[in-house]
């Protein structure tokens, strides 16, 4: 029987995963993944909106939030088959798949090896290329700070680069809940999922094999994955629609939820008719 609530826990492999599942019984699902290094309560604002419709999901990827990180060294491909392991366990034959940037990085991967177990895609502010050279460079210098200093002076870097110039000013009060959020995470689930992101393989050349609505979101001021990234998945992905998010920057469904809510509730009611 299906467990309905918030920060549930279920073992998947051997280990505890937090998830949040709510939603009507029996609903079209819909499994919502968090960015680096947040966790699902990023979501709180598209939870909200979309229960009343659909079954959400939204859970922890390993290390963050409630999530434990186990023993294996982290790898994308680890955290897709961390996802289709908890899809199992709960039962869920088929769902829309919702990812923010490292979500995106999953979800892509997600569908470009089970292209069967999703019915839609929504990438937000996310990328299909690898690291850079200079990328896994700075990644690598991130690591040993973090390692040096701990969390909060990689949070507080953070921030300045996450938000959108006008939410310094008008949105301070989720500046402090991401800020938060940020400060959960650990040192060794930091390290160990910036290395992750350094190996990870790009996702652009399978593109065009997309069969499934996508939906793809941007912040106009994303400086991390920036909307021209998000422009050359549009044009890989037949079909896929693009929407640009003002006033926000790389978390564009927290900075500029009304807008990011209004768009996500079109696309995936005009899925469910399908
Ligand atoms: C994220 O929000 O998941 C990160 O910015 C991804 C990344 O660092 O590539």
């Known amino acids: 029987m299906r467990n309905k609530g918030t920060n549930l826990k279920i073992t998947v492999k051997n280990q ?6 709510e939603g009507p019984n029996g609903a079209p699902v819909i499994i919502l993944i968090h960015g ?3 966790n699902k309560s990023m979501w709180n604002d598209q939870m909200e909106m ?3 419709n659909f079954r959400v999901i939204a859970y922890d990827v390993r290390g963050f939030g409630n999530s434990e990180a186990g023993t294996s060294d982290f790898t994308v491909d680890l955290f897709v088959s ?4 908890l899809m199992d366990v709960l039962k869920i034959e088929k769902a829309m798949l919702c990812g923010l940037s490292m979500g995106g990085y999953i979800a892509l991967n997600a569908i470009e090896n089970y292209p069967k177990r999703f019915s839609a895609l929504i990438l937000c502010d996310t ?3 690898a690291d850079t050279p200079e990328a896994v460079e700075k990644r690598m210098v991130t690591i040993e700070k973090i390692d040096k200093y701990g969390v909060e002076p990689f949070a507080n870097e953070s921030i300045k680069n996450l938000f959108a110039p006008i939410s310094f000013v008008t949105n301070q009060e989720k500046i402090a809940v991401v800020k938060e959020m940020i400060m959960k995470a650990t040192v060794p689930s930091l390290s160990a999922t ?3 992101l350094t ?3 790009e996702t652009c050349s399978k593109l065009a094999e997309i069969k499934v609505p996508v939906l793809i979101l941007v912040g106009e001021d994303d400086k991390i994955t920036p909307p021209v990234a998000a422009r050359q998945m549009h044009k890989n992905i037949k079909g896929s629609i693009l929407n640009v998010i003002e006033n926000a920057g790389h978390l564009s469904n927290i900075e500029n939820s ?3 809510n209004i768009h996500l509730e079109k696309f995936v009611s005009s899925v469910r008719l399908k």
Do not use: M
Request: charged share 20%; aromatic share 18%; with cysteine.
């Open 16 to 21: 505890t995963v937090s998830y949040s599942d």
């Open 36 to 38: 680096f290094p947040f």
């Open 50 to 52: 979309l229960t009343e």
């Open 82 to 85: 961390d996802l289709l392991g």
């Open 127 to 129: 990328n299909c290329v």
């Open 194 to 196: 910036l290395l992750a």
């Open 199 to 201: 190996l990870r393989k």
């Open 258 to 260: 009304y807008e990011f």
